[in-house]
């Protein structure tokens, strides 16, 4: 399917994930002919919205992310919106009735894309509705894609699995990782397996350690509710860094099919250390911002943000060290760390090779540097490759150089958004770049077992300034095992 002819119906359509990301993707999608003029979109919600109100949203949503779009009045013409009840029958039937006249007017052969932009809660009711009303029994497929939070812990994704397997098979199921999205997480895999420099090296006899950085400036903002009960290791460890981790670290799939792939990444969960009880303080840090300032301005520290807690004991940061029990990986340490209102807004991964043999040369006295490949995740995509050379002038000096290749410094490439790519991927049926049901249980089980063990513990909070790069112990971590944290700007 190259070419496909569908109807999107989203679910919490009058949201915010709806009007950042997913109409501006659509209209992308839309601008750079990847869909035709076979394709609807269908906004539902608990609001009375009109169709037209609901155009004019679409279309200033796109107006404010894209530069003078062309066609908007086409484009937002095939945009309805239908008033809803998630928990009501009727809502369902009169659902099912639009879809119909749609698959008429637009020649779909009776193609739906479900899209879960909304609270977890429903999910599951949305789901088992959608079968038993009979909005999935078409001529065509049904699919059905599904935002995070996937429940908050084993258990309660076990639950929600359950309940949308009830009416879904796995592979009808989209789980979104938007990490997955990134152009630059895609390259991980051909960097590593299209070139014949880096894969006889990607092991732990010449690869000292990996480390992930994924910071962010913003704070918690308007999310307090969500966030309270979430941190930083559910909403960003469990999903996208474990995610990069499997990347980096599983073994060549013999086929780029999605089966064939997602079963290397799963080997790698199966690999991850699980760490429990008092041995969390040895592997992982824990980090809430406190008041600080960045540039020039003096910011609330998490505990007096809306909707958050004044003794709240939810972490803002986390870094840890991961271990995977393989052939190929032990005693490799794979670092990440991740937090909010940090110094920058940067991702990156910095792979460090193991030290040369023996020095034959010096850097101004010191030691030479260990060769790095660093992948540049955003805002800049690209790789850098740290080397040593000579230095002019003669002597047995050396200076560091780099070797930079940025992906989205030429004018005019523009890469695709994530989202872009992910709704293309999951109308095309590509299941690639979406989280299996078996990523997300291992990743929970490994994730479950140290947020348990911090609930037992009253963390001293806030520990880390507004700004700077995490809490003190998150340097200690590495420091213990002789490595340090490589800059990330
Ligand atoms: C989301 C988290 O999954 O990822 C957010 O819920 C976080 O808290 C966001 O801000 C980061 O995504 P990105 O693409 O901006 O790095």
Redesign the pocket.
Known sequence: EHNPKAVIVIFGATGDLAKRKLFPSIYRLFQNKKIGREFSVVGVGRRAWTNDFFRENVKESIESSIHAPEALEEFSSHFYYHPFDVTNPSSYLELKDVLHNLDQKYDIPGNRMFYLAMAPEFFGTIASNLKKEGLTDTQGWSRLVIE??FGHDLPSAEQLNNEIREAFSEDQIYRI???LG?EMVQNIEVIRFANAIFEPLWNSRFISNIQIT?S?S?G?ED?GR??EK?GALR??VQ??LIQMVALLAMEPPIKLTTNEIRSEKVKVLRALRSISGGEVNDFFVRGQYGTGQMNGKELPGYREENNVDDISNTETYVAGKLMIDNFRWAGVPFYIRTG?RMAA?S?KIVVQFKDIPMNLYYRDGENLDPNLLVIHI?PDEGITLHLNAKKSGGGIFTQPIKMDYCNNCIDGINTPE?YEKLIYDSLCGDATNFTHWDEVALSWSFVDSISEYWQTQIADFPNYASGSMGPKAADMLLEKDGFHWWPIT
């Open positions: 995070k939070p990782d938007h990490y990134k994924s962010e913003l918690v999310r969500y966030y979430s909403d960003m999903n996208h909010k807004k991702t955003q994530a």
